[in-house]
């Protein structure tokens, strides 16, 4: 398979992966994911249409949970890998026949520019500030100079302080950590590995959070 390393590395872990970790490998166990719908499939249409323009026929989800977003771009020959911290993700993307590898992106199990593209939906948010630049760096290191990226994730609205919450709500035992920032913050963020080509606010509510996508070409 394309870009895919024979022997996935062992991945480091901290106590935010450990409990992110856990956290997926019981919602991959209790199968909670479902299909995608509304603004998510539109994203990605738009994102698939780049693509196809453009001739790139592989793409990088970073964060893939069980894979569901693989159809969206299969369908469209454009080969697909997934990776995500769950053995269960990756065991379930399987039984779809969808390749999700088991990994973290500060240490993918892929060889360096080997992708077309990269799509990262919801991942980010869980990597705190200091550790956004590496986890960037890998994932561009990863994907072919020039590449589109899209990347999407939960972020705080303007005029709110940056958000801290750990959810400890959803799955009764289970923790995961939200580092919500500001549209400036991860806009700065992002930046540092390309420019920024199309950015979207969506989702806002009266929490103070906001979902946040940009998409942009590596340098």
Known sequence: MIGVDAE?????HDLVLDDLQSYYEEEARQGVRTLLR??????????VETLRTEGRSSVLDFGAGPGLDAQGFMEHGIDYVGIDLAHGNARRAADAGVLVLHGAIHQLP???????AGWSMSTLMHVPEVQVPLALEEMAAALRSGSPVQIGLWGAQSGHSPIEHVDDTQLPG?????????????????????AIESEDVWNVGEDGWEYQTFELRLT
Request: proline share 5%; aromatic share 6%.
């Open 110 to 116: 892929v060889r360096p520019s080997s992708f077309d």
């Open 8 to 12: 996935i590395p062992t991945t480091g």
């Open 38 to 47: 509304g603004q998510r499939s539109l994203i990605r249409e738009r994102f």
């Open 174 to 194: 289970e923790r995961r950590l939200f580092c919500l920032r500001t549209l400036a913050t991860n806009r700065s963020l992002v930046s540092s590995v390309g």
